[in-house]
Structures are given as structure tokens and as C-alpha cells.
């Protein structure tokens, strides 16, 4: 399908999920696939080569043991897209996808989506589901907000180049995204630009990743904070756990879907934000002990 008159889109998908999971993204992006839309997968292991020939309109880059932030940092200076949209390999986007990125960049600079549930979830991935996007669950109306989702999102390249030296860690929202509203960038989430949440790579896999990411959070909050309030982010980690469960469990009762999934995959929704608590905590002892 021809579409010249159209905006280049780059879409970046970082991978660190099965080979299983990147198929059923890519699956799902062919049909959207036009002569002015690039697709990217940058991925922390190889995928197979089957599956690189399975669809060979994307670009495949490996960088071994890169973190999902640096590797959408990496696809987003590999493209050429007047639009930068970014997601994961554990996402299925829906049909009209990057027909709602184009649409919604022609009235705003950033914007963020709803992230649902996929089909045969199981309690693991119900957890951590709830853990990441309770707040971008459908039902919702179209806001303001500078906590978009970074799995499914879409900028003006030019807006991210303005603040490229805060990518330079990778592309992390608690980062960019202050950064862009202070640049004047009003971040728009819109229930209309949807992709679903896939089985993930599994607990361990999930638990891992939030020891990573917990710490390299409180490593950006703390670098910005006083000892006393770093101390402050140590001894307060356990009220950490308990705030983010209560919220969780309130988006969801609140927005009236899913709530037997929520009941059932609490062990799973407590354990993930002990470890993302423990984390972050660890982040700020780094940064109150640091020299």
C-alpha cells in the first residue's frame, strides 16, 4: 500500500521478550505496513533467523544485555520518521494502530494510549499487568498527563531531538517526559490508540526487570535529592509497597474491568512491588552512599 502523502513513521520495537512474542507484534503490525512507515526491533538477544525472515520489511539490531529504555533510545536514532512511536515486543497493537498515530500527531506532539489485557493471561502476567498499566486500562477519557506510557507512545521527532541529551541513558519516561512539558510538548493520552498486553516472559523474567529498573528510578530521583531525602527513599520502602498496591487495586475496582483478575493475582502484585520497593531503595542507598 502506497501512502506519500502520509508522515514517515519510525516504529521502534524494543524486545527483550520470547521470540513467540515478537511475532505476534510483528503479526500484527504487517497489515498496517506502508511505504512510509519503518519498523525497528531492537532486541537485547537475537532473535531466531526464521523468524528475521518471516518479516523481512523490519530492521533487526541486537544489543546483548541492553535495558528496553536504551534500546528505544538506539531505534529512535536509527530512524528517519517524522514520528517516533515506541513499544515492546510483549504488545499486540490493534488493527489501526499506526493509522491512530498519524492521526492523533497531526494535533499533538506526544502521545500516549491504552494498554489492555490480552487473551490467555495467566495469574503472573495478570500481575504484572496490573502493575504496569492499571492507569492506562480502558476505560478512560482523553487527558493531559505526563505519564504516558511507554509501550505505547508517539512523538514529533523534532520534539525528541530537542531534548536529546537527556536521552543519553536511554529513553526513560520519569526523564523525557518532564523534559518535554518543560519545552512547552503537551503530553496527550487518548483511549483511541490501543495495543494489548501478550503472556511476558515469565515471573522471574518480570522480577528481574524491576530490580533493574527499580534501582536505575531511584538512581534518577536521587541524584536530585538532598542525603536526608535519599535516607528518607531507604526507610520508607516499605510504605512504598503498600501505596502502590492500594493504588492498583483502586484504578481497577474504580474502572469496574477485571477485578476477579486483580483479586486472584494479588500474591503476584504484592511480590512485584516488593521487589520494585527493595529496588528503588537500593537506588537511593546508592546515591546517599556514593562518593
Known sequence: MSSSSAER??????????ASRLASCLAALEPQVDD???????EATASPASLRERFPWARFTTSPGALVPELWRDGFRAGSGDVVAFTIAQMIPEPDWIASIRRLLREHEA?????????GLRLGDWGEYFCRYARDMRPFPAHEDVDLPGDNVAFSR?????????????YWE?????????????LFQSPELVVRMGRSAGFAAFVRQRLEHGRRYGHQR???FSPARNLIGVVASPAVVALTTARVLRRVFDRGRYRRQAVLALPAILAYNVTWAYAEARGHLDMLTRR
Open 222 to 224: 536521587g541524584a536530585h
Open 9 to 18: 513513521v519510525s516504529v521502534v520495537v524494543a524486545s527483550n521478550a520470547p
Open 36 to 42: 512510509e512507515v519503518e519498523v525497528l526491533v531492537h
Open 158 to 170: 523534532r520534539r525528541l531531538e530537542e531534548i536529546a541529551p537527556h536521552l543519553e541513558t536511554g
Open 174 to 186: 520519569p526523564v523525557a517526559h518532564p523534559e518535554l512539558r518543560r519545552n512547552g510538548v503537551t
Open 111 to 119: 502521545v500516549g494510549g491504552a494498554i489492555d489485557p490480552g487473551r
